[in-house]
């Protein structure tokens, strides 16, 4: 899992999101760590309404994997913008 380089990825480059659902997103306490839950329906009973986030639930990995790949090898200012690449 790569999920840090994955944002800036994403920012950068949406093309590389294969799939994506929109639910309310929560973050609920489990075991004294926190996790973010996206949640529909019946499980948000009781709950304030919030607006859908952008889930990622899909994306292209060999793209992502060959950019970050090139990001890490290439000179800064030699790689080629994202709509050439």
């Given at each position: 899992?790569?999920?840090?380089?994955?944002?800036?990825?994403?920012?950068?480059?949406?093309?590389?999101?294969?799939?994506?659902?929109?639910?309310?997103?929560?973050?609920?306490?489990?075991?004294?760590?926190?996790?973010?839950?996206?949640r529909?329906?019946?499980?948000?009973?009781?709950?304030?309404?919030?607006?859908?986030?952008?889930?990622?639930?899909?994306?292209?990995?060999?793209?992502?994997?060959?950019?970050?790949?090139?990001?890490l090898?290439?000179?800064?200012?030699?790689?080629?913008?994202?709509?050439?690449?």
């Open positions: 899992c790569m999920h840090d380089p994955l944002v800036p990825a994403v920012l950068l480059d949406p093309s590389l999101v294969t799939a994506s659902v929109h639910r309310p997103l929560f973050v609920e306490s489990v075991d004294n760590s926190f996790r973010a839950v996206g529909d329906g019946a499980a948000l009973a009781g709950r304030p309404a919030r607006a859908p986030a952008e889930i990622i639930a899909g994306v292209d990995q060999r793209r992502l994997l060959d950019r970050f790949v090139a990001a090898t290439t000179p800064l200012g030699a790689l080629p913008p994202i709509a050439d690449a």
